[in-house]
């Protein structure tokens, strides 16, 4: 696969001048420059100057490359490119670049290659030496002085236009949001120079010329620049007037023409224009940040305009700022055009797997989903949802689909906060957030061995928000509690699982019905770096049943309440580059039931379907789904003393993945991968198993489980096929048959050792 990516065996060129040189290949050198980062970041921006003529346009194929109507050599577009090249470098604070270039022309049969070499000497940075602000006015002189401590740029910092901008648009929002609403971007400039006034002044001391001189010098080796933020001359005397709000009016169905059926209704100072009976007018004040009265606040409007966008229920949303003649007041028009009442979605999953021990092993799954975006005419969302998946293993017995399973989900989110008392909530919290009620029952029937009816319901809230800080501001935080989520499960248990347990008592606590009483938190905040390259998603989950409600006894409560805690925590990261990209991915989740659970069967490990498993195209891809671990416990997958399924109660896992592209097929991009899987499963509880499958921190390295591989997957836009190839490096839970590979590196034979998945989509977050 590097050798598809990197080593091409040659290039086509197809339509080219004739007896003329064209441009072949363009390169950007950056020399001298202060690290490998500014270096690799320099060269990906400066190649982005380069004029479209001069860009090699180069496409992958399997084993060669293709550049077709290549460009005609054009010195004029190599001038045009260094200028924009040097502008580029200037808007970065480099004042002393230098660039030159140079081209070539190989001969190829009738063609005349001409590769262009740009090197660029950047020189050093100019840095800022001092920032000051000089306002025509003082309230706004003294509103930007007392907020100094948010400056996005300080002395120091690389005088670069980006920094500078983002300054100017932070003022210009500090005053929109104390009141000076038609303050505007144009009424701020920049004054700079470069020189100390200092150095202009003569004198007569040769101690003093001395001195002026290192100065010099060393403003010459380490450039500085002054920077005065001030205020053009103003034109209109209002910019500088302070609004408050005046009326303010929701039409919620703006798009409505006729004129049948209009009446407005006044609730809590909001004018709500109603065009028929759609929306209850009563849900309208919840969702506008705005007070008659109050100072205008730039940060109400954005929250209101978020809000209204975030719902669902309406495909465009305006809101008007209509200042009044001679007056400080300025009346809110929020104009809403609803979008469809209803959407209908279906989406089709599958993925397989393939082991020369086990078989083969492929899933099927089919979901359907009802949108309504006004239920209850209050702009309530309700999500209708019903799933069929099928697994699909060895042909026995007359029959091939091992699992079926069969869900059916209903919730309403309700974009209020719901909670006695908590009213004043909305005024206090700066992001978004709603209410959620969900419904949900399954059937799970896994051949041989059991079926499983299960049901769901909770009560809960989702909040996001962005961070208001410069250095993490392109961070977005989400919430997730769900307080009360009740769990039912109804196990039913067949002659196989029967047996399996009397073969197997270890796990006679794994296959239990039961009561979950829990509160769920999750969290998930997906930032990119500040270079805007490389993403980042942190997720975390905690889970705890039973605390309070094992308080309480009754027989009911005392045979099926599972008390527990479980925690999760999850992190990736991409690295990218012009054309490959680096995953990471580190996985830590560990559950553990109480022992002042009730029921002495349910004291050992977690009900089997809060349990981790690894495996499968998502997960450890050397093994199947559910076929690894716990720990180094060895046992048949198949057959009377089998256990076709592992759990655990503690999962450690870690992924990396390289990934660069490799051709198109009828511009569909095929991509590859080399992957690494590095993890397992265990028991917490020593009761739980044998000490092979109970976790030990002295055992870890000889636990864990290793694969390595690689992959392809065809992009088609809206979704992803992807294939992979994964070898079980090192494997501590094989089945009996081959024991003696355990924990051996390199000690399967190939094939036998090697598991193909396919799945859709790419694996973990990214």
Known sequence: MLFLSSCKLFTVVKHYPEGQPFVFQTKVNVEEASSKDEKSRLESGLAGQIDDSLQSKEVDKVFWSVIKDPTRLDTGLISKSVQSMHYYLNSQGYFRDSIRYQTSVQQKADQKRAIIQFN??????????????????????????????????????????????????????????????????????????????????????????????????????????????????????????????????????????????????NIKNIMVIQRGNKFKPKIFPPLVYFKPGELYDQRRYSRTMNRLNNIGTWRMVDIAQLPRDSSDSVDIAIKLIPAKKYSFTTNVESSYSQSVIT????????????????????????????????????????????????????????????????????????????????LNAASTDRRYLFNLTSFNASWGYEFSWRARDYISKNRTYNLGIRIPNIEYAHLIKRDSLDRLIVQNPSIANLFNDGLITSTILNFTMPWNDLNGRNSNVLRMNFEESGLLTGLIRNKFLDDNLYRFIKLDIEYARMLKWTKTSFVMRGFAGVGYELGATANPDKRFQLPFFKQYFAGGPNSMRAWQLRQLGPGSYINTFTGAYSIPDRFGDMQLEANFEYRMPLFKISSIPVNGALFTDVGNVWLVKKDAGTNDEVFKLGRLGTDLAIGSGAGVRVDLGFFVIRLDYAYKVKDPSPSPENSSYQNRFFAYPFIKGSQLQIGIGYPFIF
């Open 120 to 265: 660029i000497w950047p020189g050093q940075v100019t840095r800022i030496d001092s920032l000051t602000y000089t306002l025509q006015n003082d309230s706004l002189q003294q509103l930007t002085d007392k907020n100094l401590n948010k400056q996005f740029i300080k002395k120091g910092d690389p005088f670069a236009q980006g920094p500078v901008s983002s300054e100017m648009d932070r003022l210009v929002e500090l005053y929109r949001n104390n009141g000076y609403l038609r303050f505007s971007r144009p009424l701020l400039f920049g004054l700079w120079d470069t020189l100390d006034v200092s150095l202009l002044q003569p004198t007569l001391d040769p101690v003093e010329q001395a001195m002026q001189l290192e100065l010099l010098r060393k403003r010459r080796l380490y450039p500085t620049a002054n920077l005065d933020i001030r205020m053009r001359p103003l034109v209109d005397s209002s910019v500088l007037r302070k609004y408050y709000i005046g009326k303010i009016t929701v039409d919620p169905v703006s798009n409505d023409t006729s004129k049948r059926n209009i009446r407005t209704t």
């Open 359 to 438: 078989g083969n092993f492929v899933g099927i799954g089919l979901s359907m989903g009802l949108q309504n975006r006004n239920f209850g005419r209050a702009a309530n969302l309700m999500s209708t949802n019903a799933s069929y998946m099928i697994e699909l293993g060895q042909f026995t017995a007359g029959q091939i689909i091992q699992t079926q399973q069969f869900s059916l989900t209903n919730s309403i989110s309700y974009p209020r906060f719901i909670f006695p008392g908590m009213q004043s909530f909305k005024e206090n919290f700066r992001g978004n957030f709603r209410s959620v009620f969900t």
